[in-house]
């Protein structure tokens, strides 16, 4: 076993991401910044290029910013993710996006006066679209969509998708305090009526000044940060630093990262919106269970309670492997990752996360640092559920975090894999 050191530095106690870098779209399950910051600055990983094969937002690269690195890359398969990165850590000039929101709410109001417009306009193909919105919460993105179409700066555009993506989610029928995607009641249809364009430009004044105050200001001239909608695939030795938070699981029972961007991702108009928590790790379940390693033991006892379970298990963490081989080929000798990980429980067993991955990287070539725990105190979760749904047989959800240290020592032969 990998020795686990209890490090209160990293709990932040009453600090939350917006502690220090204010997020411009909501995100499920964020890494908070100040841990990259502060485990960046203590191994001196602090020069050369940073990598994240699963960027979410962009946690990894805000630290990465305020520790002077230039040049980062990112990966995520969720197309939302990808556009909130790419905004957050684009240089866009602030006078453009001024005069293009004065030019877009003139547009939009000169065309909201004849009601005949609409009939010009495509319609997007949205599942059950009359079920997540009112007619007139339909009409009123289709025309905020068609304006932000007609922005020819890529940059610019992307960026007034953000507060759009935001509107999508607030103005449909999706409850909005919790990431999996259920319709509010029906006594709540009869009194929701938003008023989709004024809502549209609160949140793109507020991201505004999100962008202009905490993000314009940190990236450089020199900064090179590159967010590919993709899963990682190798990239022969590239790397100097892999910051990264992955899923604690899979998406369909721990952090449904697809179900929260469906609406959003089918407005972009993203064809395959709603395969996203399959294309994840773990989406798709393994026809046999992990014998081998430490990970081995936890899923063999899930597997006398539940076979069909530890196979999902068994799922994840094969994929996780994979994309670790990945990782581990991309590593510069003396390089080193950083993987801040769950060990989540799953049929009242504790699967030891943290361990796999400290034990898959030094198969490949690594040697474990150390890895540290840190409470969760920070996020927002249950202090218990009830995973088998049975009255009074409830159970701690998790508590603890544990960051991971690995650094490359040798080159290791590896097959290279694709996810």
């Known amino acids: 076993m990998y020795q686990v050191i209890r490090n209160t530095k990293y709990d932040y106690i009453g600090q939350s991401y917006a502690s220090l870098y204010p997020n411009l779209h909501k ?40 520790c002077g690195l230039t040049k980062m890359q990112g990966f995520d398969v969720n197309p939302l993710a990808v556009l909130i990165s790419k905004v957050k850590f684009t240089k866009i000039p602030i006078s453009e996006l001024i005069e293009k929101k004065q030019t877009f709410r003139s547009n939009v109001f000169e065309f909201l006066k004849n009601e005949n417009n609409l009939s010009k306009l495509l319609h997007p193909q949205i599942t059950n679209i009359d079920f997540w919105f009112s007619q007139d919460v339909i009409n009123k993105l289709i025309i905020i969509k068609h304006f932000i179409d007609e922005i020819k700066n890529i940059n610019v555009r992307n960026f007034f998708l953000v507060p759009f993506s935001e509107v999508v989610r607030e103005c449909s029928y999706a409850r909005n ?49 590159n967010v590919q909608c993709a899963q990682f695939q190798f990239q022969n030795e590239s790397f100097d630093v892999v910051l990264t938070s992955p899923p604690y699981g899979d998406s369909r029972t721990t952090v449904a990262y697809g179900q929260f961007s469906t609406l959003s991702n089918e407005w972009l108009g993203i064809s395959f919106a709603r395969k996203i928590d399959r294309m994840l790790m773990g989406g798709v379940k393994s026809k046999s269970n992990i014998v081998h390693g430490v990970i081995a033991d936890s899923i063999s006892q899930i597997s006398k309670v539940d076979n069909n379970r530890a196979l999902e298990v068994s799922s994840f963490y094969k994929d996780l492997d994979i994309s670790i081989i990945n990782v581990a080929n991309s590593v510069r000798k003396g390089g080193k990752v950083m993987y801040i990980v769950g060990n989540r429980t799953v049929k009242n067993i504790k699967l030891p996360t943290d361990q796999f991955v400290a034990e898959r990287f030094e198969a490949y070539g690594f040697k474990h640092i150390v890895t540290y725990e840190r409470v969760l105190s920070n996020k927002v979760m249950p202090s218990k559920n009830s995973p088998t749904n049975k009255a009074g047989k409830a159970v701690n959800t998790m508590l603890y975090e544990r960051i991971v240290v690995c650094e490359k020592r040798h080159m290791v032969k590896l097959n290279i894999c694709t996810p």
């Open 177 to 225: 305090n919790e990431f999996k995607l259920f319709r509010i009641k029906s006594d709540e249809l009869l009194n929701f009526n938003p008023d989709v364009v004024s809502v549209y430009l609160k949140k793109w004044n507020d991201i505004f000044l999100i962008y202009s105050n905490f993000y314009f200001p940190k990236i450089k001239n020199d900064s090179n940060i």
């Open 27 to 66: 995100y499920p399950a964020t890494m908070l910044p100040q841990i990259g910051i502060d485990i960046l600055k203590e191994f001196d990983a602090t020069k050369g290029s940073l990598l994240d094969p699963y960027c979410g937002s962009g946690s990894s690269f805000a630290s990465g910013l305020e």
